[in-house]
C-alpha cells in the first residue's frame, strides 16, 4: 500500500490553503461551502449546492474554476431546456449528406448546473450517464467526458413553484449536498461594501491540473483503521430500518426514515473523511474526520417519513442523533 510522506502531505495542505486564500479574495465568509467544492474535486464527486438566491453560490463555482484553470460551461436549467441541450445532439450537414456530432455544455472540466430543479425529469436524467459513468451517448456512439470532470449543481430550497424535486438515484450520484447559510453581520458589511462587485476582483491560479494531481494521490495512501471502517458503516445501518439491528433507542431514529442509506453513501463517507484528513494535514483519518462530513454526505440519500415533516425532523437533526447514539471507535 503507498504510503504518503509529511513533505507530500505539508504540499499538498499548502495548496489547499492558498485555494482557500484566493476564493476569499471574492467570496466572503461561506467556509462550508468553499471546502464542500475542494473536497468533493479531490475526491472525484459531483456537488449539490442548496441555498436561497444572493448567496455567492454561483461566484463560488466561478471563482473556483479562474482559481484552477479548469473549462467551466454553465447550464441554466428552465422547463423548456431539452435534454440534447445539455448532452448534445446530431446536426444534419446537408452539404456532405452526413450527420455531425455537436457537443453539449456538459463537455467541460467544471459544469455548473444553475437551478437544476427547474427542468423536468428528462433533462435532469441526461446528466445520470455524465455523472455516473463520465461519458455521453450521442446517437450510437459514447464519448468519452474531460479528466476531470465535476458537476456543481444548484437549487433554490424556498421557491418549489414549477420546480421538479431530484430523483433519489439522481441524488444519490451527488457526493456532497452543501447548504448555504446566511453571512454573520461583520461578513455582509463586507459583502455590501463591494457593491456587487467581487466578481471582478482579481485571482491567481493556484490549484492546477498538477496539485489536484498530487492531492489525489495523496488521498489514495491516507490510513484508514479497521475500527473506522465499522464506524462508518455502523452510521450507515442506522438509517435503515433493519428488525436484526433495531433497538428502543434506534427505533426513535428509524421511524422518521422510509428509506435509509445505501453502501455508496458508506464509500463516499470514507473517501471524504480522507481528504478532510489531508485538511488537517494527517495521513490518517480519525473519527473526528467522519463526523465532519456525516451531514454533508448523508443528509441527501435519506428518505423521511411523512413523520418528521410533522415533528419538524431534518435529516440533519436524525444524523446528528445518529453520530451521539453511535459508540466511538
Known sequence: MNTVTKAELDECFEYIKK?????????????DVIDGIIMALIAGGHVLLEGVPGL???LAVKTFADISGLDCKRIQF????????VSGTLIYDQGSGKFSVRKGPVFANLVLADEINRAPAKVQSALLEAMAEHQVTIGETSYKLSDPFFVLATQNPIEQEGTYGLPEAELDRFLLKIVASYPSPEEEIEIVRTEGRAAEIPVSPVFSA???KKCRAAVDAVTVDDKMLAYIVSI?????????????RRSDIQRYISFGASPR??????????VHALFENRSFVLSEDIQAVAKPVLR????LHYEAAADDVTPDDLISRIIDLMPLP
Open 78 to 85: 428552465t422547463p423548456d431546456l431539452l435534454p440534447a441541450d
Open 265 to 274: 453513501a458508506g464509500i463516499a463517507l470514507l473517501r471524504c473523511a480522507k
Open 56 to 58: 455567492a453560490k454561483t
Open 19 to 31: 485555494c482557500r486564500a484566493e476564493i476569499a479574495r471574492r467570496v466572503v465568509g461561506q467556509r
Open 236 to 248: 450507515v445501518n442506522c438509517t435503515r430500518s433493519s428488525s436484526a439491528q433495531r433497538t428502543v
Open 300 to 303: 441527501h440519500r435519506l428518505v
Open 210 to 212: 498538477l496539485a489536484l
